[in-house]
């Protein structure tokens, strides 16, 4: 098989496609895009050049959902697929509504809030209070469960806490004296996994002159 991932390390959308793919362990070619300055062979595609694009033998996954589902589907991990992505229709269902809220009602409001100043009509502070009903949602829930679905960790966590990082980063002290506890709990807990250690790792912007890069990376070979 050859995979080859093009992805941007801060954007949350590649994060949550790498982070399913250390997770499951399934490893790609990674090509670290710099967005200004797109690879010739990433616009050569044609259609849309954002990132994370994942291309399979012949086949592209364009979005990061799409590639979370492509590597649910050739994991031969049963048990960890199963736990990510219960086979319970109900559970289905609401993994998918908390993705969609969060990817189609929250994530406008982070961009403003985080780009508040090519924003003016309104201030920061009322971007943040938008954004905020969705971290109240999310601190709730979690009150009662160390993940959004239960005990276990599912792909909703993954395809969310990238943009509450985000979100969180942009004023951090306000962030860590909100109150939120459970949802701080929550992605502390995650941020200081070996997995997300992982997923962060820097690379250098890829060119076809370049050696090969492989994700996920061997852990033997993170700091040598």
Same mark, same amino acid.
Request: with cysteine.
């Given at each position: 098989?050859?995979?080859?991932?093009?992805?941007?390390?801060?954007?949350?959308?590649?994060?949550?496609?790498?982070?399913?793919?250390?997770?499951?362990?399934?490893?790609?070619?990674?090509?670290?895009?710099?967005?200004?300055?797109?690879?010739?062979?990433?616009?050569?595609?044609?259609?849309?050049?954002?990132?994370?694009?994942?291309?399979?033998?012949?086949?592209?996954?364009?979005?990061?959902?799409?590639?979370?589902?492509?590597?649910?589907?050739?994991?031969?991990?049963?048990?960890?697929?199963?736990?990510?992505?219960?086979?319970?229709?109900?559970?289905?269902?609401?993994?998918?509504?908390?993705?969609?809220?969060?990817?189609?009602?929250?994530?406008?409001?982070?961009?403003?809030?985080?780009? @508040?100043?090519?924003?003016?009509?309104?201030?920061?502070? &009322?971007?943040? #209070?938008?954004?905020? /009903?969705? $971290? =109240?949602?999310?601190?709730?829930?979690?009150?009662?469960?160390?993940?959004?679905?239960?005990?276990?960790?599912?792909?909703?966590?993954?395809?969310?806490?990238?943009?509450?990082?985000?979100?969180?980063?942009?004023? @951090?002290?306000?962030?860590?004296?909100?109150?939120?506890? &459970?949802?701080? #709990?929550?992605?502390? /807990?995650? $941020? =200081?996994?070996?997995?997300?250690?992982?997923?962060?790792?820097?690379?250098?912007?890829?060119?076809?002159?370049?050696?090969?890069?492989?994700?996920?990376?061997?852990?033997?070979?993170?700091?040598?």
């Amino acid at each position: 098989m050859s995979a080859v991932l093009y992805s941007f390390r801060r954007c949350p959308y590649a994060i949550r496609a790498r982070y399913t793919l250390a997770t499951l362990m399934l490893r790609v070619e990674i090509r670290e895009v710099v967005l200004k300055h797109k690879p010739a062979a990433l616009l050569a595609l044609g259609g849309r050049s954002t990132v994370p694009q994942l291309l399979v033998d012949g086949d592209r996954f364009p979005e990061s959902l799409d590639i979370i589902f492509w590597a649910l589907k050739t994991s031969s991990n049963d048990d960890l697929v199963n736990q990510l992505w219960p086979t319970d229709p109900i559970v289905r269902a609401k993994i998918m509504s908390w993705i969609r809220f969060n990817d189609h009602c929250f994530k406008p409001w982070l961009d403003r809030y985080k780009y @508040a100043d090519r924003h003016p009509e309104q201030s920061e502070s &009322y971007y943040r #209070d938008k954004g905020e /009903r969705f $971290l =109240k949602r999310l601190d709730t829930r979690l009150k009662h469960s160390t993940n959004l679905l239960g005990e276990q960790m599912t792909i909703a966590d993954i395809a969310i806490f990238p943009f509450i990082r985000q979100f969180a980063g942009v004023n @951090a002290s306000w962030f860590e004296g909100s109150g939120y506890v &459970y949802l701080q #709990d929550w992605l502390n /807990r995650i $941020l =200081k996994s070996e997995c997300f250690e992982t997923v962060m790792v820097k690379l250098t912007a890829w060119d076809e002159s370049q050696e090969v890069s492989y994700f996920p990376e061997p852990v033997g070979l993170r700091n040598s």
